[in-house]
T-cell receptor, first 112, second 113 residues
Framework: QKEVEQNSGPLSVPEGAIASLNCTYSDRGSQSFFWYRQYSGKSPELIMS????GDKEDGRFTAQLNKASQYVSLLIRDSQPSDSATYLCAVNKDGATNKLIFGTGTLLAVQP | EADIYQTPRYLVIGTGKKITLECSQT?????MYWYQQDPGMELHLIHY???????EKGDLSSESTVSRIRTEHFPLTLESARPSHTSQYLC????????????FGPGTRLLVL
């Protein structure tokens, strides 16, 4: 079992719809959670970070964290074709080193 | 403008050559990281550094070595490149805290023939 699991997709949604991306992690002691977006051939760029249970909203993006279920998700409202990318979930389980464990990513395709 | 830089962006080289991938950041971050990513695969940490003169191996075994003589500079060296080293190499940095976001450079795509 991988430490951070994501459905590889592709997740296909129509333009304007809500895209829901999910991630589970195995280490209950994990403290920090990050969503990165990676366009093909590019490097990851941070979308959101979340540290506490509940929802965190930033523009069209909402991150949700449930530590009891070891589950973190990212919702993208009003999806745009420019949102088409691979979304990487990353978990920091070692605050001393700040090392991140990445999932394989979910490929999102927003259809115009 | 604070940023993180990697050079070269693309490198094609023959087997047996020594190569150094450069990474520099202007954000004053203490922690720096090197990741390796194959197409369609997850990022794997190969080296990290807490600060000057501090380097540690990451979770994925790598034949590369790193050094951290200056805060802003974290080069990665392969003494003898092999086709199995073909991959994308990503450098990242973060502040010293335990929850700090890692910011990535643009990456170096390496092809070893």
């Amino acid at each position: 079992q991988k430490e951070v699991e994501q459905n590889s997709g592709p997740l296909s949604v129509p333009e304007g719809a809500i895209a829901s991306l999910n991630c589970t992690y195995s280490d209950r002691g994990s403290q920090s959670f990050f969503w990165y977006r990676q366009y093909s051939g590019k490097s990851p760029e941070l979308i959101m970070s979340i540290y506490s249970n509940g929802d965190k909203e930033d523009g069209r993006f909402t991150a949700q964290l449930n530590k009891a279920s070891q589950y973190v998700s990212l919702l993208i409202r009003d999806s745009q074709p420019s949102d088409s990318a691979t979304y990487l979930c990353a978990v920091n389980k070692d605050g001393a080193t700040n090392k991140l464990i990445f999932g394989t990513g979910t490929l999102l395709a927003v259809q115009p | 403008e604070a940023d993180i830089y990697q050079t070269p962006r693309y490198l094609v080289i023959g087997t047996g050559k020594k190569i150094t991938l450069e990474c520099s950041q202007t954000m004053g971050h203490d922690k720096m990281y090197w990741y390796q990513q194959d197409p369609g695969m997850e990022l794997h940490l190969i080296h990290y550094s807490y600060g000057v003169n501090s380097t540690e191996k990451g979770d994925l075994s790598s034949e590369s070595t790193v050094s951290r003589i200056r805060t802003e500079h974290f080069p990665l060296t392969l003494e003898s490149a092999r086709p199995s080293h073909t991959s994308q190499y990503l450098c990242a940095s973060s502040e010293a805290g335990g929850r700090e976001t890692q910011y990535f450079g643009p990456g170096t795509r390496l092809l070893v023939l």
